[in-house]
C-alpha cells in the first residue's frame, strides 16, 4: 500500500519537468539532481521552439500530463511566461511553472514552479533546466535536469527513481513529436504504444 501510494504522489510531482526565475529560488537546503538527455532527428531551432518557445504547449509531448495551457497573459515561451500542467483527468493535480531565465545564445532555460495542487515539493529549492545542443549532423540532443527537494525530505530518495522514468518519458515522448508529428500525452494515453519504438533516455547525472 505504501509503495502505490508513494508511486502516485510522486507522478504528481513531476517534470515539473520543471526553471532560473526572474527572483531564483533560494536552493539553500539540500537537493537531488536529475539529468537526462536524448537525441532528436530534428534541427536545433525546431527542437527549441518545442521546449521552450511553445512553453504553454508541452502537453504535445509528454506523457505524464493531461493537458497545458498558459496563465496570466501569457502567449509564447519568454521569460516571464507562465503555465499550468495538468497530471490527471480530474485536474486534482497541478503545478503552476513560470520560466525564469533564458540563455538564447547557449540555448538553455531555467524553470521554477511557483506553486500547485497535491505536489510534495519544497518550491524554494526546486527547478529545472531545458537544454539543447546542436549536434552538427542534422541531430540535436535535448536534456533535462530537475534539481529538486521533495516536501517531506524524506521522500527524495523515493521520488528520485520515478523522476528518472518520467524525464525519459518526457524525451521519448518529444522525440516521436519531433520525428513523427504524433503527440503524447496522458489523455490520448497512448505512450504504452509508442516507448515500444525507441530506447529509454540516457541518464548523465543523479545525485
Not at 12 to 35: I, R
Not at 177 to 198: C, Q, R
Given at each position: 500500500?505504501?509503495?502505490?501510494?508513494?508511486?502516485?504522489?510522486?507522478t504528481?510531482?513531476l517534470?515539473?519537468?520543471?526553471?532560473?526565475s526572474?527572483?531564483?529560488?533560494?536552493m539553500?537546503?539540500?537537493?537531488?539532481?536529475v539529468k537526462m538527455?536524448?537525441?532528436i532527428n530534428a534541427?536545433?531551432?525546431?527542437?527549441?521552439?518545442?521546449m521552450v518557445l511553445?512553453?504553454?504547449?508541452?502537453?504535445?509531448f509528454?506523457p505524464?500530463?493531461y493537458?497545458?495551457?498558459?496563465?496570466?497573459?501569457?502567449?509564447?515561451g519568454e521569460?516571464?511566461?507562465?503555465?499550468?500542467?495538468?497530471?490527471?483527468?480530474?485536474?486534482?493535480?497541478q503545478?503552476?511553472?513560470?520560466?525564469?531565465?533564458?540563455d538564447?545564445?547557449?540555448?538553455?532555460?531555467?524553470?521554477?514552479i511557483?506553486?500547485g495542487k497535491?505536489?510534495?515539493?519544497?518550491?524554494d529549492n526546486?527547478?529545472?533546466f531545458?537544454?539543447?545542443?546542436?549536434?552538427g549532423d542534422?541531430?540535436?540532443?535535448?536534456?533535462?535536469e530537475?534539481?529538486f527537494r521533495?516536501k517531506p525530505?524524506f521522500m527524495?530518495?523515493?521520488?528520485?527513481?520515478?523522476?528518472?522514468k518520467?524525464?525519459?518519458?518526457?524525451?521519448v515522448?518529444?522525440?516521436?513529436?519531433?520525428?513523427?508529428?504524433?503527440?503524447?500525452?496522458?489523455?490520448?494515453g497512448?505512450?504504452?504504444d509508442?516507448?515500444k519504438n525507441?530506447?529509454?533516455a540516457?541518464v548523465i547525472?543523479?545525485k
Amino acid at each position: 500500500m505504501m509503495k502505490t501510494t508513494t508511486k502516485v504522489i510522486v507522478t504528481g510531482m513531476l517534470l515539473a519537468l520543471f526553471s532560473t526565475s526572474l527572483q531564483a529560488q533560494s536552493m539553500s537546503k539540500k537537493y537531488k539532481t536529475v539529468k537526462m538527455e536524448m537525441q532528436i532527428n530534428a534541427p536545433l531551432e525546431r527542437v527549441w521552439e518545442a521546449m521552450v518557445l511553445d512553453y504553454g504547449e508541452i502537453s504535445n509531448f509528454a506523457p505524464p500530463i493531461y493537458t497545458s495551457s498558459y496563465l496570466n497573459g501569457s502567449l509564447k515561451g519568454e521569460v516571464g511566461a507562465e503555465r499550468v500542467c495538468s497530471f490527471n483527468a480530474q485536474e486534482t493535480r497541478q503545478s503552476h511553472e513560470q520560466i525564469a531565465e533564458i540563455d538564447v545564445e547557449n540555448k538553455t532555460m531555467r524553470n521554477r514552479i511557483l506553486g500547485g495542487k497535491k505536489l510534495p515539493l519544497d518550491f524554494d529549492n526546486s527547478q529545472a533546466f531545458y537544454r539543447v545542443v546542436d549536434n552538427g549532423d542534422g541531430t540535436t540532443t535535448a536534456s533535462y535536469e530537475f534539481q529538486f527537494r521533495t516536501k517531506p525530505a524524506f521522500m527524495g530518495f523515493m521520488a528520485k527513481g520515478s523522476f528518472k522514468k518520467q524525464l525519459s518519458a518526457t524525451l521519448v515522448g518529444l522525440k516521436h513529436y519531433l520525428e513523427t508529428g504524433e503527440k503524447v500525452n496522458g489523455t490520448i494515453g497512448n505512450y504504452k504504444d509508442v516507448k515500444k519504438n525507441y530506447q529509454k533516455a540516457t541518464v548523465i547525472k543523479t545525485k
